[in-house]
């Protein structure tokens, strides 16, 4: 399927310009694409994976700057002017992106937006762009595409979204499609289903697709090369059979033994139930007030029991949606909800916000997002030591701060750190820092809500690990919320499904992973595992 | 949207009423009346005036009789320009101060939007530059000192412009005043614009229309201007209200006729049913265009929708 070399990237350099210098974000590397075939460029966030094909595309940020070749069919498209880029550009080569939520613009309808572009690079009639465009909306296999035409990009689902923006690349019958983690930000089932078509699309129109990814499942399943980046340079780069069975390079082997490992074993039948909630609802109010009418209500979290006993971690898996956050806020009394919610044996549920402050230690939660969640105006050792000024008002200063360096020890983080800013650590860092703020103050109970989920597989390893230690020094109780079924697999001892608010299947971990019972929790398996079994082969 | 501007109109009646209340009764609290004045009455013709005009009624009566008035659309005479009712001062002033409201926003619309477009387009680059340095400076020169300069320059060095006066709208007697109302405004739109703009163009979907190789103009005035035009709109519309509704300086200084300078000197006069009418026109302006405001959201936002 391979032919003639379509696109040579020649010793490419990209800098970004920062009140602190020049950064370097990629030195000097070389890479080819040939026409109809798949290339992948993996590497860890920072990498400078999306950076190299960012600057072929001419898309960098305003204070980037490329050097070196980047020859389309003998052109160099970093000497090209701008009108003779934009020829180029969403026509011979085209560019999809990982937030399918934000990447279309939301005033503009789906017909508008895709007529655009079709106009743009052939000279059509309104009326005869409109039909292509029909057309590609059924390439891409979107129901109703007749009245999707006027939707708009807020009425459809992020892999729906997803589609519309492959139609959109594909509108010109490009050579090569470049495809920056398309399907990171989506469900796994939805990600299965966008991968799946994608290839079928290669199929029948025959570009060549450039793959840029963390994910290694996708680079096994699709593509026929892969490069390596690390650090702005390619370590290395091969024929993917090879070289997912003869890593050469040490970092090749480090990425591909990225995934958690490692069960935990249920706790002993004995141990007490820590944290029980009985037919616990969260419903949401939306609209409704002054002359508006009867609001519309929602229910997020419907009739869920459960129980998680001492030293046990419960995990909650689902796809987005799916209620499982709300259910680890409503559990911990973040949320108003219905039902019975009893803490080491007392009803907490009628608890007013004054009560429940004694209690909040006991019960810590930790989130997913490692740059929100930090005050980027506090030290971290002030961040992380705040709980301790409402919940051991005595504590001195120095005692306070040797907490601080302890907790900190504990989470693998060096003490001498603790007065810098948030912004100053890597994602996994900051993580490590929202543990340590949790467990500086000796809770029982640690909701963790997605916590690895905006991590590198090599970074969501090692706080797995973490965490798995931590659980086992202080005898803590996790709830672990996650769609990420690898990870839930290495961390939990028993596994909630949830699907719209609901538990569909429940029980240990190994019987979920081994006999699902309901097809909704066999197709989540099957799309999770797909990938894993193409990574655990290597 | 029928419905939505309906209730919205309907709320407003509730809005009302709480400000003439709170203004009727706030006015009163201040020492002094419309007839104590420097040189004196004799305490009879005081007596009489405040007779004639209800003022010796208990206050809750007068607020009765007012309201009533109000709602026939009476706003009552003025007790400090006794030849004009309240509704013939405005009939007569609101008319001038709206024609240089609405030219001095227009200008600032479009100039500061243009200004602020250019800026974000060269961000960092000499031409932001000249526009935030003229911005700021635009902002900060108050228009007690703006005028006086336009007055001396245009009017007196150059001869080009009338001093003042209002001589029945002549296009010549509107340039000084509009201009001094606009440029502030031209420097506020500019800097917004710019800020807007910056990070509309920022958005993932406009990396998506450059990927597809759309044209510059689409790019910045199809995909990035529209969603950067909202915070200017919600700044729009309370400045049209003030802007609308005169400028007691700019007036002043250019002896325009117009309502501007009602506010102030009715308020330091204790002329109340003045004072009362002023609030009543600012605040149905007010009203007004924050629900053009909304309404405008909707039609630029497909995503804002009120049922």
């Known amino acids: 399927m391979a032919g003639q070399t379509i696109l040579s990237v020649k010793d490419l350099h990209v800098g970004f310009d920062t009140l602190d210098g020049t950064v370097e974000a990629v030195k000097g590397i070389s890479l080819h694409v040939d026409a109809g075939e798949t290339v992948a460029i993996v590497g860890e966030s920072g990498s400078g994976k999306s950076q190299t094909m960012m600057a072929a595309m001419r898309l960098l940020a305003s204070n980037g700057r490329a050097s070196g070749h980047v020859d389309y069919r003998g052109q160099n498209l970093l000497e090209l002017d701008r009108s003779g880029m934009d020829g180029i550009r969403g026509s011979k080569i085209t560019m999809i992106f990982q937030e399918p939520m934000t990447s279309l613009d939301p005033l503009y309808t789906i017909g508008n937006q895709l007529i655009e572009p079709i106009r743009r690079h052939r000279k059509l009639s309104h009326a005869d762009a409109r039909k292509e465009a029909l057309r590609l909306l059924e390439l891409v296999k979107i129901p109703e595409p007749e009245r999707r035409l006027k939707s708009y990009p807020y009425e459809m689902s992020g892999g729906q979204r997803q589609r519309v923006m492959i139609a959109m690349a594909l509108a010109n019958d490009p050579d090569i499609l470049i495809a920056d983690e398309p399907t990171t930000a989506l469900d796994v089932t939805v990600q299965a289903q966008i991968l799946t078509l994608l290839a079928e699309l290669q199929q029948t129109l025959g570009m060549a697709i450039v793959f840029i990814t963390h994910d290694l499942g996708i680079v096994r399943r699709l593509a026929d090369r892969v490069y390596v980046m690390r650090q702005g340079e390619i370590v290395e780069e091969g024929a993917t059979d090879v070289l997912f069975t003869a890593p050469r390079h040490e970092y090749t082997r480090m990425l591909l033994e990225a995934e958690p490992t490692g069960r935990k074993a249920a706790p002993s039948q004995s141990a007490p139930v820590l944290l029980e909630g009985r037919n616990v609802e969260v419903t949401f109010k939306i609209g409704g007030g002054f002359l508006q009418g009867q609001p519309l209500l929602l229910r997020a979290v419907n009739h869920i029991s459960l129980a998680l006993k001492k030293g046990q971690t419960i995990g909650v898996v689902g796809e987005s949606g799916s209620g499982k956050s709300t259910l680890g806020r409503a559990l911990l009394r973040l949320l108003p909800s219905e039902g019975v919610i009893r803490f080491d044996g007392r009803d907490i549920a009628p608890l007013d916000r004054e009560a429940m402050r004694p209690l909040r230690r006991e019960l810590q939660l930790v989130f997913q997002d490692p740059f929100g969640s930090l005050s980027p105006r506090m030290t971290i050792g002030q961040v992380i030591t705040e709980g301790l000024l409402v919940h051991e008002p005595s504590l001195s200063y120095a005692e306070r701060d040797a907490r601080a360096v302890e907790a900190l020890r504990e989470v693998g983080l060096d003490p001498a750190m603790r007065n810098r800013y948030a912004h100053e650590f890597s994602g996994g860092q900051r993580q490590r820092i929202a543990i340590a703020r949790a467990i500086i103050l000796k809770p029982k109970i640690v909701v963790l809500d997605e916590p690895t989920s905006a991590l590198d597989r090599s970074v969501q390893k090692q706080i797995v690990d973490l965490l798995r230690d931590l659980q086992a020094a202080h005898d803590l109780s996790y709830l672990f919320i996650s769609h990420d079924l690898a990870v839930v697999r290495a961390m939990a001892d028993y596994i909630v499904v949830m699907k719209q608010g609901r538990i569909v299947e429940e029980g240990p971990t190994e019987t979920i992973f081994e006999r699902p019972r309901e097809t909704y929790t066999q197709e989540l398996m099957a799309a999770a595992l797909d990938q894993t079994r193409f990574r655990r082969s290597a | ?307």
């Not at chain 2, 101060?97 to 250019?118: D, E, R």
């Not at chain 2, 710019?194 to 199809?222: D, F, N, P």
């Open chain 2, 1 to 307: 949207m029928p419905i939505y501007v309906f209730r919205r109109l309907l709320t407003a009646i509730p809005t009302l009423f709480v400000i003439v209340t709170l203004a009727f009764f706030l006015i009163r609290v201040a020492p002094g009346g419309p007839f104590n004045q420097e040189r004196g009455l004799s305490p009879e013709i005081k007596a009489n005036l405040e007779a004639q005009f209800g003022l010796d009624d208990p206050i809750w009566l007068q607020y009765v009789h007012y309201l009533n008035n109000l709602l026939h659309g009476n706003f009552g005479p003025s007790y400090n320009l006794p030849d004009f009712t309240v509704g013939e001062l405005f009939a007569n002033g609101l008319p001038i101060s709206i024609q240089l409201g609405a030219a001095a926003l227009t200008l600032a619309l479009l100039v500061g939007g243009t200004l602020g477009i250019v800026a974000a387009l060269n961000q960092n680059k000499a031409g932001d530059y000249a526009v935030i340095a003229t911005a700021t400076a635009g902002s900060t020169i108050p228009s007690f000192v703006i005028a006086p300069v336009i007055q001396l320059l245009f009017g007196l060095t150059w001869n080009l412009l009338p001093i003042g006066g209002w001589n029945d709208g002549a296009l010549l007697n509107k340039i000084g005043p509009v201009l001094t109302l606009s440029l502030p405004q031209i420097a506020i739109v500019a800097r917004l614009m710019r800020g807007s703009m910056i990070e509309a163009l920022r958005a993932h979907h406009i990396r998506t229309a450059r990927a597809l190789g759309l044209s510059r103009w689409s790019v910045v005035v199809k995909h990035a201007l529209r969603g950067a035009v909202l915070p200017i709109i919600s700044y729009a519309g309370p400045a049209a209200a003030a802007l609308l509704t005169g400028s007691v300086i700019v007036e002043t200084i250019f002896s325009i006729p117009g309502v501007g300078r009602y506010f102030v000197d009715a308020a330091l006069n204790r002329d109340y049913t003045l004072v009362m009418g002023t609030v009543v026109v600012i605040a149905v302006f007010t009203i007004v265009f924050n629900l053009v405001v909304d309404i405008l959201y909707a039609v630029v936002d497909p995503r804002v929708r009120y049922d």
